[in-house]
């Protein structure tokens, strides 16, 4: 029972967990002083006859902060296997009633999640799948491409929103319902507005919103230097029928000699500085 408890939680285990399987206090402090356990917190071993990996670390974290805790933010966003790279810090989040201080390495925040909101993922409390894409999506740069993903795949803007909603006040939330909005709308009219803006921004001349070039409008155009720029929105509005119109309309351009930029809403809202040095350069080209 030990060795199948370990192997399902990484290595780590509590003392009520040890209890439960029938071994004593006196038992776990036994393997505590002989070495072969490792404490990581109040409560909370590791077995030391295996990498102390981030599975293990993280869990170890959580665990050390009582039964109530949950995974939060970057590290639920691992565990749910939203990113590559487990955070340095683990942000766990415990009831606002809960006292005591903040560990090495992790990060603390203190409010009631509801029923909702908390799942079990391979036996550790995270926060469920849809505040975490939520969360995640303002935590780091380029996390819009964390949200776009999963809505390609795994949940839909409704139960995204419902997420937020029951959630509002937390830590970047005005940031994450702005990036709701952008994926609510489609995200292509707030990245054409976006484009504008860092246009305008950088000071930059010479060019018309919504021109018409042959039969077709472009987001922005540059007449003179025949330079259209297009602001694409989040990848999970766009079917196989919008991505062949897309490179039709592409081509026909092109085949009028005009130089087509696109731009995703990741590179606007992350890489503003990149978007403008590409379209100075692509001007000063032609």
Same mark, same amino acid.
């Given at each position: 029972?030990?060795?199948?408890?370990?192997?399902?939680?990484?290595?780590?285990?509590?003392?009520?967990?040890?209890?439960?399987?029938?071994?004593?206090?006196?038992?776990?402090?036994?393997?505590?002083?002989?070495?072969?356990?490792?404490?990581?917190?109040?409560?909370?071993?590791?077995?030391?006859?295996?990498?102390?990996?981030?599975?293990?670390?993280?869990?170890?974290?959580?665990?050390? %902060? +009582? =039964?109530? /805790? $949950?995974?939060?933010? !970057?590290? #639920? *966003?691992?565990?749910?296997?939203?990113?590559k790279y487990a955070p340095d810090l683990v942000e766990v989040t415990v009831p606002r009633n809960s006292h005591g201080r903040c560990h090495p390495g992790c990060r603390v925040r203190r409010r009631d999640l509801q029923q909702a909101d908390i799942?079990?993922?391979?036996?550790?409390?995270?926060?469920?799948?849809?505040?975490?894409?939520?969360?995640?999506?303002?935590?780091?740069?380029?996390?819009?491409?964390?949200?776009?993903?999963?809505?390609?795949?795994?949940?839909?803007?409704?139960?995204?929103?419902?997420?937020?909603?029951?959630?509002?006040?937390? %830590? +970047? =939330?005005? /940031? $994450?319902?702005?990036? !709701?909005? #952008? *994926?609510?709308?489609?995200?292509?009219?707030?990245?054409?507005?976006?484009?504008?803006?860092?246009?305008?921004?950088?000071?930059?001349?010479?060019?018309?919103?919504?021109?018409?070039?042959?039969?077709?409008?472009?987001?922005?155009?540059?007449?003179?230097?025949?330079?259209?720029?297009?602001?694409?929105?989040?990848?999970?509005?766009?079917?196989?029928?919008?991505?062949?119109?897309?490179?039709?309309?592409?081509?026909?351009?092109?085949?009028?000699?005009?130089?087509?930029?696109?731009?995703?809403?990741?590179?606007?809202?992350?890489?503003?500085?990149?978007?403008?040095?590409?379209?100075?350069? $692509?001007?000063?080209?032609?």
């Amino acid at each position: 029972m030990l060795d199948d408890l370990l192997r399902r939680h990484d290595g780590v285990i509590t003392l009520e967990q040890a209890r439960c399987i029938g071994l004593s206090s006196d038992a776990v402090k036994r393997r505590v002083q002989s070495g072969h356990w490792r404490r990581c917190a109040k409560g909370v071993y590791f077995v030391d006859d295996r990498p102390f990996d981030d599975a293990a670390r993280i869990r170890s974290s959580v665990w050390g %902060y +009582g =039964s109530q /805790a $949950a995974a939060s933010g !970057l590290a #639920a *966003a691992w565990w749910h296997g939203l990113t590559k790279y487990a955070p340095d810090l683990v942000e766990v989040t415990v009831p606002r009633n809960s006292h005591g201080r903040c560990h090495p390495g992790c990060r603390v925040r203190r409010r009631d999640l509801q029923q909702a909101d908390i799942v079990q993922r391979n036996g550790l409390r995270v926060t469920a799948l849809p505040l975490t894409i939520v969360e995640a999506s303002v935590r780091q740069r380029g996390g819009a491409k964390i949200m776009d993903s999963a809505l390609q795949q795994r949940v839909d803007l409704r139960s995204l929103w419902n997420a937020h909603l029951r959630n509002k006040g937390r %830590y +970047g =939330s005005p /940031a $994450a319902r702005i990036l !709701l909005q #952008a *994926a609510d709308d489609g995200a292509r009219s707030v990245a054409e507005r976006l484009l504008i803006a860092i246009l305008k921004s950088a000071r930059i001349t010479g060019w018309k919103a919504n021109h018409r070039v042959g039969g077709y409008r472009v987001d922005v155009g540059f007449p003179d230097a025949k330079i259209a720029l297009e602001a694409d929105g989040f990848a999970y509005h766009s079917g196989p029928e919008e991505f062949q119109i897309d490179r039709k309309r592409q081509n026909a351009l092109m085949l009028m000699g005009w130089q087509v930029l696109r731009f995703t809403w990741l590179d606007l809202t992350e890489y503003p500085d990149r978007v403008i040095a590409e379209i100075k350069r $692509a001007i000063s080209a032609r």
